[in-house]
């Protein structure tokens, strides 16, 4: 079945540091990939996705770009700032239309120091 | 815009008891919600599909009859919990799509069965 796996938290970095965050997907066809965000006592919000092979997402100065040959879709920001602190979750669905379900990572905690 | 709201956010029953979440839409109609739980550490699991005004579809190993899913509109859905069980706890979160591809989340429910 459908699986996505992301690096285990916590990580922690000090602010203005870069950030990645892996994920790499399993699926027998083609789905579109999405990054969620969860802020304490929130629920989750779509950060970006990507549709299809190549494609970048990008919001609020973090992207990712769906990778097929590497099966990835890593996050990525290039300076981070203490109000990213949240659980970040890699998620991924089959774009065939209609309304499917997501298939989502374990998630990782994310901690900026100031 | 795009707000799904859960009651109650948290929830302590005695065993053996029923446990009714509450998942509306506050601000659109919902074609589709979704049910997910949670477990510590763990990734969302999609538990249930729910269309309004017809049977939910459930994930293989989620018992219909232990969780049962009412959409009775294009606003509101509900996940009962029965006959309640420590195994049970869990939390539990719903998301709506307005259109076919974004899913909006609730805060989640915490339900823990003593």
């Known amino acids: 079945g459908d699986s996505v796996t992301q690096m285990e938290g916590p990580v922690t970095l000090s602010e203005e540091a870069f950030l990645t965050i892996n994920c790499t997907y399993t699926?027998?066809?083609?789905?579109?990939l999405f990054w969620y965000v969860q802020y304490p006592g929130e629920g989750l919000q779509l950060l970006l996705k990507?549709?299809?092979?190549?494609d970048k997402g990008s919001n609020k100065g973090f992207e990712a770009t769906y990778r097929k040959e590497t099966t990835s879709f890593h996050l990525e920001k290039g300076s981070v700032q203490v109000s990213d602190s949240a659980v970040y979750f890699c998620?991924?669905?089959?774009?065939?239309?209609?309304?499917?379900?997501?298939?989502f990572g374990k998630g990782t905690h994310l901690i900026i120091q100031p | 815009g795009a707000v799904v709201s859960q009651h109650p956010s948290w929830v302590i029953c005695k065993s053996g008891t029923s446990v009714k979440i509450e998942c509306r839409s506050l601000?659109?109609?919902?074609?589709?919600m979704f049910w997910y739980r949670q477990f510590p550490k763990q990734s969302l699991m999609l538990m249930a599909t729910s269309n309004e005004g017809s049977k939910a579809t459930y994930e293989q190993g989620v018992e219909k009859d232990k969780f049962l899913i009412n959409h009775a509109s294009l606003t509101l859905s509900t996940l009962t919990v029965t006959s309640a069980h420590p195994e049970d706890s869990s939390f539990y979160i719903c998301?709506?799509?307005?259109?076919?591809?974004?899913?909006?989340f609730g805060p989640g429910t915490r339900l823990t069965v003593l």
């Open positions: 601000d659109f109609q919902a074609t589709t």
């Open positions: 998301s709506a799509t307005r259109q076919a591809y974004e899913q909006f």
């Open positions: 699926a027998t066809g083609y789905p579109s």
């Open positions: 990507a549709t299809k092979a190549d």
């Open positions: 998620a991924l669905r089959y774009s065939g239309g209609g309304a499917d379900g997501l298939t």
